[in-house]
């Protein structure tokens, strides 16, 4: 199935819930690895509210960007790309969590201090979250984006992607340390589906007018690694939870494997619940935030354009024009507006891992993406599936995130297949800006003091900066790689053009994929004007 075509309904029900599942893994992540510094690791209800709001927003972004955006076949989520900046945000002494929130005994989930705690530094992520995007809505609908293009090249996007995972080493360990034996489990299994077996089809029973009933060859593993992975090591945890082989003290090591740890949060969650704007109060902002926020907004941008490039060629679409691009842009900045209204603690962006999946799937349809994005607003309004999702144990989750970070890094360092890697200044460009990502933030965290200028804003801007790892490394690899010389081809602006130009194709598919929907602009709304806009073919 291409870009334009409609698969039969069941079939864009069943492959709709797939990529909804396969951005689930991501999508959960996020709230979980948040809620820590968001003071809520002992309030799971709250956080069952987190994973249930950023999904109901996740879903919305989805059909716009389907509809309105880039017009792709593409799933909207939160990123990686504006955690780094919202943990050094949150790590500021003025957000550090006091010591009481730590303890679970003095905890009282319901009481106003408490709720004030938490409220007070999601507002604030809010805030500079709402600013932010309105730079990439300007960035997008302004044509800017083609201008910016031009400067940026592998050099610059390998550094930047591959530093939105490395820093994360810390929570995936801590995480997966609660139960090693268990974080090593779920990572086999997950290695084994996806890598092992993902060419073993399953015979499962199919119905089709001619052939009436028979069985069809499905390839499961090569679909649902992670989902599969997660379920068994759950499953598993459950029985050793039952037969009380895992520790019930709660001091003991691998207390946190068991199943019953979390498990009141499914009764006390309600069966519906609307997420809607504004639910923890006015969003405040800061300039420190503001700023910060900025580092992931522009590195999210760069992933999106580069996600658009393989999407299109995944889906049996010509490359995407300049219009579409812009377009797709100020549509993401438009979704970071509303989750930051209604308060994710994120933002959103393309999702890489559903590219992932319609090459595996060969589903390139809209229609599929648009069943997904209606998933994902049914199950942000049930409020037990994200109750159901907040209760994984630990260590499970820890051995999730170690194949997820890994996997994100790659994919950063994959980009450097442009280059000349033969080259000793693209050698030294990458190698110093990823490990300049790496010394200088660590550096900055342990020696706060001796950044302080006497300006209190001023210094929690170069706090938040100099702590975010990807946004030193991908400053660095930009201002290296456009002022050292050497050549197109060398740099890898050559093959990284051409590898993204494609096959230039009849105007006529290009508008059919790329123009907006309901006649807009071809039979109503045709203004002369129309054509000098940068979003507008």
């Known amino acids: 199935y291409t870009i334009t075509d409609v698969p039969p309904w069941y079939l864009c029900i069943l492959l709709g819930i797939q990529h909804f599942l396969t951005a689930m893994g991501g999508l959960v992540a996020i709230p979980l690895i948040l ?26 972004c989805t059909l716009l960007q389907v509809l309105f955006g880039v017009r792709l076949p593409i799933i909207q989520g939160g990123t990686f790309a504006f955690l780094t900046p919202t943990l050094a945000m949150l790590s500021l002494p003025k957000w550090k969590c006091p010591a009481w929130t730590q303890n679970a005994t003095l905890v009282n989930a319901s009481s106003p201090e408490f709720i004030e705690v938490w409220q007070t530094r999601m507002r604030e992520v809010q805030g500079a979250i709402i600013v932010a995007s309105c730079f990439q809505i300007f960035v997008g609908f302004s044509g800017l984006i083609g201008f910016l293009m031009r400067f940026i090249g592998p ?31 779920t990572i086999s299994f997950i290695v084994l589906f996806s890598q092992y077996l993902k060419d073993v089809p399953v015979p499962l029973p199919s119905y089709q007018r001619g052939k009436k009933c028979h069985l069809s060859p499905v390839y499961l593993f090569q679909i649902f690694p992670v989902l599969l992975g997660l379920s068994l090591s759950w499953l598993l945890c459950y029985v050793l939870t039952v037969t009380d082989v895992l520790p019930a003290d709660p001091t003991a090591y691998g207390h946190l494997a068991r199943t019953d740890t979390r498990g009141d949060v499914l009764s006390q969650a309600p069966w519906f619940r609307l997420p809607y704007p504004g639910q923890w109060g006015v969003p405040t902002v800061s300039l420190a935030g503001i700023f910060g926020i900025l580092a992931g907004v522009i590195s999210s941008m760069l992933e999106s354009v580069g996600d658009y490039y393989a999407c299109a060629r995944l889906s049996g679409a010509p490359p995407p024009p300049k219009h579409a691009i ?3 842009i100020g549509v993401e900045g438009i979704g970071c507006l509303l989750a930051g209204a209604w308060g994710t603690g994120n933002g ?51 051995g ?42 660590n ?95």
């Open 35 to 60: 809620s820590k510094e968001l003071c809520l690791q002992h309030d799971l209800l709250t956080q069952s509210h987190l994973i249930s709001t950023i999904f109901f927003v996740s879903g919305i």
């Open 155 to 185: 050099l610059t996007i390998a550094p930047t992607i591959t530093l939105v995972a490395l820093p994360l080493f810390d929570s995936a360990g801590d995480e997966a340390g609660q139960h090693w034996g268990i974080a090593f489990m």
């Open 326 to 328: 812009s377009r797709g």
């Open 348 to 398: 959103t962006t393309s999702y890489s891992e559903n590219v992932g999946a319609l090459g595996i799937t060969k589903v390139g349809s809209r229609m599929v993406i648009i069943a997904g994005a209606c998933a994902m607003l049914l199950s942000g309004i049930f409020g037990k599936v994200g109750a159901m999702l907040a209760s994984i144990p630990t260590p499970v989750i820890g």
């Open 400 to 441: 999730m995130f170690l194949v997820m970070f890994g996997v994100i890094t790659a994919v950063g360092i994959s980009n450097l297949q442009y280059t000349d890697m033969n080259s000793s200044r693209n050698i030294f460009i990458f190698g110093f800006s990823v490990f300049s990502g790496l010394t200088v933030p």
């Open 443 to 537: 550096w900055a965290s342990k020696n706060s003091t001796l950044l302080e200028t006497g300006i209190i804003q001023l210094d929690q801007v170069i706090q938040v900066l100099l702590t975010t790892g990807m946004f030193v490394g991908g400053l660095l690899g930009f201002i290296l790689d456009n002022t050292i010389p050497g050549t197109q081809e060398e740099r890898g602006l050559l093959a990284w053009k051409n590898s993204h130009k494609g096959e230039a194709d009849n105007s006529q598919l290009i508008s059919e994929v790329y123009d907006l929907p309901f006649g807009i602009g071809t039979k109503y709304c045709t203004v002369s004007w129309f054509r000098y806009l940068p979003t507008c073919p």
